[in-house]
Nanobody
Framework: EVQLVESGGGSVQTGGSLRLSCTAT????????VAWYRQGPGRGCDLVSK???????YYVDSAKDRFIASQDNAKNIVYLQMNNLQPDDTALYFC????????????????????WGQGTQVTVSS
């Protein structure tokens, strides 16, 4: 059984930083597609970044220059370093993993396609 667990969320002020982690059991991140999604209050499930199978990384425009996705294959952990956080970044953040490229942009609902964690809450106050 595949299980993904996110951690590292919390409450920060505008301009603060957080590093989210995603650990997996029953799934190897190396060579897989791993995405970070988020769902803010009253919003849909939006893609934040995606590590492709070849190691290249896609970011949505709002995450470029602020967020950095990475993975430690030795530890089988994926990270999302988030800097200069803004109130609009407030959301429940999910990691998702699949052997196939199944995510393109926003999806409905969160949890559709691939394997997902339960999410970690990020709250940014002004």
């Amino acid at each position: 059984e595949v299980q993904l667990v996110e951690s590292g969320g919390g409450s920060v002020q505008t301009g603060g930083s957080l590093r989210l982690s995603c650990t997996a059991t029953g799934f190897i991140f190396d060579g897989a597609y791993v995405a970070w999604y988020r769902q803010g209050p009253g919003r849909g499930c939006d893609l934040v970044s995606k590590i492709r199978q070849d190691g290249t990384i896609y970011y949505v425009d709002s995450a470029k220059d602020r967020f950095i996705a990475s993975q430690d294959n030795a530890k089988n952990i994926v990270y999302l370093q988030m800097n200069n956080l803004q109130p609009d970044d407030t959301a429940l953040y999910f990691c998702a993993a699949s052997r196939h490229d199944v995510w393109v942009g926003s999806i409905d609902p969160c949890g559709r396609f691939g394997n997902w964690g339960q999410g970690t809450q990020v709250t940014v106050s002004s």
